[in-house]
């Protein structure tokens, strides 16, 4: 099969073509025919040897995202039949080679995709939508009523964020350059904040649940946001020293975040957008020769929604 394999850690160059031999799928095992891979801020982070990479070795295929047809089902798997069309964002944050024609992976890992989705909306949707889905429900138990900053509101996971904490009967702030301000709206965000120019620890108080998809200085004073006994939820706490002694001072808690594999959490997602209660905004597709283009966007920090690598035949 077709991949993008690197043999060393480091800058875009090394994501190099190749063919490898296809994953077979073991018990319980689903093999997918990969048509689209999402592309991720980690894929970067773990192409430069910056994340997870003590689970990972050399050469390696990078990618979680997927989406596709199941082609082989392994001893067992009663959920899914040759030709389910799936998304998944399996095995993460071990090595699920994503960027590939062929991913072997549990059946758990994957959900059936929604009707009216294209392979690149549901290959842009696991990842980031798993995210927020987890982060809202799951740590911060989301109720109506309820006010919610999104940090990053404009992103992968911050526009997946804004729409499931408003159907879940959230009052929703949402943070963007001013540029974006018309696209978060329009997810349905109630207030959005320039963080550009503005102090958004000075003019944000009092939010039940701060979604926090950013480090460093910016990720702590982000506590400064939150009611007394307030959440703030990081997808960034690794790079946000101090976290737990500052919410500690202020009265406020503050959770370490990592998305994991979700069967029943990406079923959760597709029934949103069979509602039409979300929509996966994709920024940009480059075929599977261009991973380095593709990863060139992410690493840029200004994505708008989604980034998608075509891997089968183009839609
Ligand atoms: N822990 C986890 O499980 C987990 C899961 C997913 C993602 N993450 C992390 O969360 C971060 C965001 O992920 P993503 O997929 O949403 O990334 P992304 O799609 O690349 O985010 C790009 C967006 O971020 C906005 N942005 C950049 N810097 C910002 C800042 N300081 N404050 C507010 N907005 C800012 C940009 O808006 P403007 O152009 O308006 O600046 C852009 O729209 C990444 O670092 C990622 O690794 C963690």
Redesign the pocket.
């Known amino acids: 099969m077709r991949a993008i394999q690197q043999a060393a850690w480091g800058e875009a160059e090394p994501l190099q073509l190749v063919e490898v031999e296809a994953p077979e799928p073991a018990f319980g095992e689903v093999l997918v025919r990969v048509s689209a891979a999402g592309v991720?801020?980690?894929d970067v982070?773990t192409r430069r040897g910056q994340a997870y990479n003590r689970v990972l070795d050399l050469p390696f295929i990078n990618g979680w995202d997927v989406a596709g047809a199941v082609v082989q089902t392994g001893y067992g798997v009663s959920r899914f039949r040759p030709g389910d069309l799936v998304f998944g964002m399996p095995w993460f944050p071990r090595e699920a080679g994503g960027y590939a024609e062929y991913v072997a992976a549990p059946a758990r890992h994957f959900a059936r995709m929604p009707a009216g989705l294209s392979f690149n909306e549901a290959a842009a949707l696991p990842?980031?939508g798993l995210?927020a889905w987890q982060m809202l429900t799951e740590v911060a138990a989301i109720a109506p009523g309820k006010r919610v900053l999104v940090?990053?509101?404009?992103?992968?996971?911050?526009h997946l964020a804004v729409q499931i904490a408003k159907a879940r009967g959230a009052q929703v702030i949402g943070?963007?350059?001013a540029?974006?301000h018309d696209f978060v709206r329009a997810l349905g965000a109630d207030e959005v904040i320039d963080?550009?120019t503005t102090d958004v620890s000075a003019a944000v108080r009092d939010v039940d649940v701060v979604i926090q998809?950013?480090?460093g200085e910016?990720g702590l004073k982000a506590l400064n946001c939150l009611r007394p006994g307030g959440l703030l939820v990081?997808?960034?706490?690794a790079w946000t020293p101090g976290l737990h002694e500052r919410a500690a001072e202020l009265g406020v808690r503050a959770v370490v975040?990592?998305?994991d594999p979700d069967g029943a959490g990406l079923d959760a997602l597709a029934g949103l957008v069979t509602q039409q209660r979300l929509k996966v905004h994709v920024d940009a597709v480059y075929p599977l020769a261009e991973v380095a283009k593709a990863h060139d966007h992410?690493a840029g920090?200004?994505?708008?929604?989604?980034i998608v690598l075509t891997v089968g035949e183009p839609e």
């Open positions: 991720n801020p980690v982070y990842l980031a995210t940090a990053g509101a404009a992103g992968g996971v911050g943070t963007a350059s540029a974006k963080y550009t998809m950013f480090g910016a990081s997808g960034q706490a975040f990592l998305v992410v920090g200004r994505t708008t929604g989604k």
